[in-house]
């Protein structure tokens, strides 16, 4: 019976959190505008950047649209990422946590079905922008299967951040503090990264930091879905670095979410 309750509270908690994504549907509205930006403006404004010798050897398409719509997949993965922590304030800030704390439910299964969540809003996301890229004229080299592991990607990676906004959010319980903190990640590691340039136009010092920084793993994998095809050697990876991401802020955002709902 105990084995039954635990997915029920799950998707009880899972649930919820969709319903108010589908009674603010404005929410995911406004999360799109960035993104749009980025691919209707910042490709037109930087599309020269395809003539730079080379480019093309070195990213297997001569548009820089097809390149840039990896770093738009991964840069609103990232934003979205963190909206996990301002929907968690809220709870804090409303008293549904202090609510919560009542009753039965496992603790595990309130963060869990909120991460959840979060890699379903990543996915509806990702896949408006695929979209929007298609219409524009990015064709996606692997298909159908190809989105759908972009999309894995996606939501497994976007699971993985949102523990850094969420335990920002646990720590401080402030929205503005939640908000701040987490743009201080997310744009710092989009642009010393590989998603945003190829790697071999990028200064010594940023490929040295890009090696090491997550968001180029991920990025290269979406890219190769993108452009070439299967390259199993960046996606694999791609997966084992999220792995890692994942264990560490999930870990630390769990430990954190104990502690907030045992005062």
Do not use: C, H
């Amino acid at each position: 019976m105990m084995k039954l309750e635990f997915p029920m509270e799950i998707s009880g908690i899972f649930a919820r959190w969709v319903r108010k994504l589908v009674r603010r549907p404005t929410n995911l509205t406004f999360s799109m505008i960035q993104p749009l930006i980025w691919f209707l403006l910042f490709t037109q404004a930087f599309q020269a950047v395809a003539n730079i010798p080379l480019f093309k050897q070195y990213t297997g398409t001569d548009s820089y649209l097809t390149f840039f719509s990896a770093a738009v997949i991964v840069q609103t993965v990232l934003s979205s990422a963190l909206q996990s922590g301002l929907g968690m304030v809220d709870d804090v800030e409303s008293g549904y946590l202090d609510k919560m704390r009542v009753t039965p439910v496992r603790r595990a299964s309130i963060l869990m079905g909120k991460v959840f969540s979060d890699g379903f809003r990543i996915v509806l996301q990702v896949g408006i922008i695929i979209i929007l890229g298609y219409v524009l004229g990015v064709n996606v080299a692997t298909g159908l299967p190809g989105i759908g592991l972009i999309l894995i990607l996606a939501m497994f990676f976007g699971i993985a951040w949102s523990g850094i906004s969420t335990f920002v959010a646990l720590a401080t319980k402030n929205s503005e503090s939640t908000l701040v903190i987490s743009i201080m990640f997310v744009f710092p590691m989009l642009f010393l990264s590989t998603a945003v340039m190829p790697k071999q136009l990028l200064a010594p010092w940023v490929q040295t930091f890009a090696s090491y920084n997550p968001v180029s793993y991920v990025a290269d994998a979406v890219r190769s879905l993108i452009i070439s095809g299967y390259d199993w050697t960046l996606i694999g990876q791609a997966f084992l670095m999220i792995f890692i991401v994942g264990a560490i802020t999930l870990s630390a955002t769990t430990a954190m979410f104990r502690r907030a709902l045992s005062k």
